[in-house]
């Protein structure tokens, strides 16, 4: 590989968005000496041990590989932290356990899910409860002076109170794991982008916080992300709890001061956003880090996929045969699944060949998991009936059929198996203007990131 002497001048603190433009067209040898000197001018930044953020994808993967090909004797002590949020896609979750102890034996560590640390009424009673305090004009036992919830200690002295016993059909008690399955039914369907998390906190706590609160907006964006949060349970405090919380536990318990992650500009918006303004090495902040900075590190900001995929062949190297799974995409072609991620994902809905319109192909039973099991197709369904899009209700394409038959049958059960399935276009069903719903979601970025939700 022919070494370029000015490699210096691309490794800067910020960008513009031009820059990273031309940049992203450099040779793939370029970018790897950049990657490279990124990576030792990180290692020189803190004494305090190094890891790779690992999900068993193909971009991770290629940091871990960059680390240990270009600097062996540092990578004996660099440490592997795979987040296992309990829904990574199988095919995954088998390739990053096999690579990561086949290439760092006893320094691959999984994350695990978080316990509740006290006793919480679960949703649906929870409901019924904050009713018959409304009924009862009781409702200062639970709601601050502002309207806002107290806490779950309130709405449980509040049941107790009224000779209900707890048990496990109305209460999550003390230890039970915040699995996937709790975070949908306290919270919320990772439905949409970053906007829907705007209220960080229980669904109950949401609820009674657009009802009862006094803090109202006067923003006409915020009125109506308001409204459609009225109507539908949607949120992405699952990323929070099964993956942001459970990587930083980790991270703290084995003394971690510096994390590489494989992000990429190329990506996203957000993406772009983040390495533009942060460059390749971006100092936060961590408790456990008494003396200096919690350094977030990405070697591979400049690459692209094609990039990454040229590395990878290069190279010869092993990845994860979920990208080998194909699916036809919404213009006919087939494609290859081209993201790793959580297998129940839905952040992406109002886009063309989201992450659900794959995995109806890829993954039918997951899918139907989804839609059924953790009512995506409920809440969608809701989503619909208050912001339908007018000029798709009213076009004589086949999805403004399917959508007059929504609107005219009151249903979208029906249309579930149809093919194409109503829900791979959903995004062309819903006009989402101006509430704010329609903008990205990345959980890598948000996890860099402090005091970005609302806290109620």
Same mark, same amino acid.
């Given at each position: 590989?022919?070494?370029?002497?000015?490699?210096?001048?691309?490794?800067?603190?910020?960008?513009?968005?031009?820059?990273?433009?031309?940049?992203?067209?450099?040779?793939?040898? @370029?970018?790897?000496?950049?990657?490279?000197?990124?990576?030792?001018?990180?290692?020189?930044?803190?004494?305090?041990?190094?890891?790779?953020?690992?999900?068993?994808?193909?971009?991770?993967?290629?940091?871990?590989?960059?680390?240990?090909?270009?600097?062996?004797?540092?990578?004996?002590?660099?440490?592997?932290?795979?987040?296992?949020? *309990?829904?990574?896609?199988?095919?995954?979750?088998?390739?990053?356990?096999?690579?990561?102890?086949?290439?760092?034996?006893?320094?691959?560590?999984?994350?695990?899910?978080?316990?509740?640390?006290?006793?919480?009424?679960?949703?649906?009673?929870?409901?019924?409860?904050?009713?018959?305090?409304?009924?009862?004009?009781?409702?200062?036992?639970?709601?601050?002076?502002?309207?806002?919830?107290?806490?779950?200690?309130?709405?449980?002295?509040?049941?107790?109170?009224?000779?209900?016993?707890?048990?496990?059909?109305?209460?999550?008690?003390?230890?039970?794991?915040?699995?996937?399955?709790?975070?949908?039914?306290?919270?919320?369907?990772?439905?949409? *982008?970053?906007?829907?998390?705007?209220?960080?906190?229980?669904?109950?706590? @949401?609820?009674?916080?657009?009802?009862?609160?006094?803090? *109202?907006?006067?923003?006409?964006?915020?009125?109506?992300?308001?409204?459609?949060?009225?109507?539908?349970?949607?949120?992405?405090?699952?990323?929070?709890?099964?993956?942001?919380?459970?990587?930083?536990?980790?991270?703290?318990?084995?003394?971690? %001061?510096?994390?590489?992650? %494989?992000?990429?500009?190329?990506?996203?918006?957000?993406?772009?956003?983040?390495?533009?303004?942060?460059?390749?090495?971006?100092?936060?902040?961590?408790?456990?880090?008494?003396? %200096?900075?919690?350094?977030?590190?990405?070697?591979?900001?400049?690459?692209?996929?094609?990039?990454?995929?040229?590395?990878?062949?290069?190279?010869?190297?092993?990845?994860?045969?979920?990208?080998?799974?194909?699916?036809?995409?919404?213009?006919?072609?087939?494609?290859?699944?081209?993201?790793?991620?959580?297998?129940?994902?839905?952040?992406?809905?109002?886009?063309?060949?989201?992450?659900?319109?794959?995995?109806?192909?890829?993954?039918?039973?997951?899918?139907?998991?989804?839609?059924?099991?953790?009512?995506? +197709?409920?809440?969608?369904?809701?989503?619909?009936?208050?912001?339908?899009?007018?000029?798709?209700?009213?076009?004589?394409?086949?999805?403004?059929?399917?959508?007059?038959?929504?609107?005219?049958?009151?249903?979208?059960?029906?249309?579930?198996?149809?093919?194409?399935?109503?829900?791979?276009?959903?995004?062309?069903?819903?006009?989402?203007?101006?509430?704010?719903?329609?903008?990205?979601?990345?959980?890598? @970025?948000?996890?860099?990131?402090?005091? +970005?939700?609302?806290?109620?």
């Amino acid at each position: 590989m022919k070494h370029y002497k000015k490699i210096h001048k691309y490794i800067k603190p910020t960008y513009k968005f031009r820059e990273i433009s031309e940049l992203q067209k450099l040779p793939l040898d @370029v970018k790897i000496q950049i990657s490279v000197e990124v990576i030792r001018r990180a290692l020189r930044k803190s004494p305090y041990l190094k890891a790779v953020a690992f999900s068993g994808g193909k971009d991770s993967q290629v940091v871990s590989d960059l680390m240990e090909r270009f600097f062996p004797y540092e990578f004996k002590q660099i440490h592997c932290i795979f987040g296992n949020t *309990g829904i990574e896609f199988p095919e995954s979750l088998q390739f990053a356990r096999e690579y990561g102890k086949s290439h760092y034996g006893d320094r691959f560590h999984e994350t695990k899910l978080l316990k509740l640390e006290e006793d919480e009424l679960r949703y649906d009673f929870a409901v019924r409860l904050v009713a018959e305090l409304e009924e009862e004009n009781a409702l200062d036992e639970i709601l601050k002076p502002d309207g806002r919830m107290k806490s779950q200690k309130a709405l449980i002295q509040a049941a107790l109170k009224r000779g209900y016993t707890l048990d496990r059909t109305n209460c999550f008690f003390k230890g039970h794991p915040m699995n996937f399955a709790y975070c949908v039914e306290q919270y919320g369907a990772p439905l949409l *982008g970053k906007a829907v998390s705007k209220l960080d906190a229980h669904r109950i706590n @949401v609820e009674c916080f657009l009802k009862y609160s006094q803090s *109202g907006t006067d923003k006409d964006k915020l009125k109506e992300y308001y409204a459609v949060l009225k109507s539908c349970k949607f949120s992405q405090h699952c990323c929070k709890l099964l993956k942001k919380e459970p990587s930083e536990r980790l991270q703290a318990e084995l003394g971690v %001061g510096m994390i590489f992650k %494989g992000l990429m500009a190329s990506e996203s918006r957000t993406r772009m956003t983040s390495i533009a303004t942060r460059g390749h090495i971006f100092a936060g902040h961590r408790e456990h880090i008494q003396n %200096g900075a919690f350094w977030h590190i990405s070697p591979i900001a400049l690459w692209t996929d094609a990039d990454v995929w040229a590395y990878i062949h290069k190279y010869r190297m092993e990845y994860s045969p979920l990208y080998d799974m194909t699916y036809t995409a919404d213009d006919g072609t087939v494609q290859h699944i081209q993201r790793n991620g959580c297998i129940m994902c839905g952040t992406d809905i109002q886009f063309r060949n989201n992450h659900l319109a794959v995995l109806r192909q890829t993954h039918p039973k997951a899918w139907e998991s989804c839609m059924q099991k953790f009512g995506y +197709q409920e809440q969608l369904y809701k989503l619909f009936r208050i912001k339908k899009n007018k000029n798709i209700l009213d076009s004589c394409t086949d999805e403004g059929t399917r959508a007059r038959l929504i609107d005219r049958f009151g249903s979208m059960e029906s249309l579930m198996h149809d093919r194409p399935c109503i829900y791979d276009e959903f995004g062309g069903l819903v006009d989402l203007t101006g509430t704010g719903l329609d903008s990205e979601y990345d959980a890598e @970025v948000l996890m860099q990131e402090d005091g +970005q939700l609302l806290m109620i």
